[in-house]
T-cell receptor, first 110, second 111 residues
Framework: DADVTQTPRNRITKTGKRIMLECSQTKGHDRMYWYRQDPGLGLRLIYYSFDVKDINKGEISDGYSVSRQAQAKFSLSLESAIPNQTALYFC?????????FGPGTRLTVT | GQNIDQPTEMTATEGAIVQINCTYQTSGFNGLFWYQQHAGEAPTFLSYNVLDGLEEKGRFSSFLSRSKGYSYLLLKELQMKDSASYLCAVRTNTNAGKSTFGDGTTLTVKP
């Protein structure tokens, strides 16, 4: 089984809808991250969490919120989706060094 | 903030050697990572440098000069499967574990 899983893998939604992306990990890491990736722009950090009680905004947090339900679970919500949130979203975990990424969620907002 | 620069695209021939450069400007440098990302897939870790010098791992090597704000990833004996995007990421000593990624270099390996 994969160490970092994301659900759903693909999602098409309409403008204004609320959507939640979920991430689970079995690596036992305290640190978890959410990124979005747009063509040609690399990975941009949305939110990160260094333990269950610690939530921090990244460079592009506007329009997003997160919840760290447990050490193993970190979810990302779009309260009211807009088309420019169409992107590939990655969850990642780390133990202070390299990051381990989930397979990604491809989100399309129409 | 941090500025991380990498070439957007590179092309090389199967069996050859290619060097992908990364320059950065940051305060409180605390490590540099290289990741490989195949199209549509998750990034995977390649290397980590925190001290000056060369780290070798099989066909891949990574070099760091902290005084110059410079790193490179060296790929030897290129294979077609090495066609991918290569991401440079810099970590600072504030909030250790949080890294900023460059936009990546897309490498195309041709026969």
């Amino acid at each position: 089984d994969a160490d970092v899983t994301q659900t759903p893998r693909n999602r098409i939604t309409k403008t204004g809808k609320r959507i939640m992306l979920e991430c689970s990990q079995t690596k036992g890491h305290d640190r978890m991250y959410w990124y979005r990736q747009d063509p040609g722009l690399g990975l941009r950090l949305i939110y990160y969490s260094f333990d269950v009680k610690d939530i921090n905004k990244g460079e592009i947090s506007d329009g997003y919120s997160v919840s760290r339900q447990a050490q193993a679970k970190f979810s990302l919500s779009l309260e009211s989706a807009i088309p420019n949130q169409t992107a590939l979203y990655f969850c990642a975990t780390s133990d202070n060094y390299e990051q381990y990424f989930g397979p990604g969620t491809r989100l399309t907002v129409t | 903030g941090q500025n991380i620069d990498q070439p957007t695209e590179m092309t090389a021939t199967e069996g050859a050697i290619v060097q992908i450069n990364c320059t950065y400007q940051t305060s409180g440098f605390n490590g540099l990572f290289w990741y490989q990302q195949h199209a549509g897939e998750a990034p995977t870790f390649l290397s980590y440098n925190v001290l000056d010098g060369l780290e070798e791992k099989g066909r891949f090597s990574s070099f760091l000069s902290r005084s110059k704000g410079y790193s490179y990833l060296l790929l030897k004996e290129l294979q077609m499967k090495d066609s991918a995007s290569y991401l440079c990421a810099v970590r600072t000593n504030t909030n250790a574990g949080k890294s900023t990624f460059g936009d990546g270099t897309t490498l195309t390996v041709k026969p």
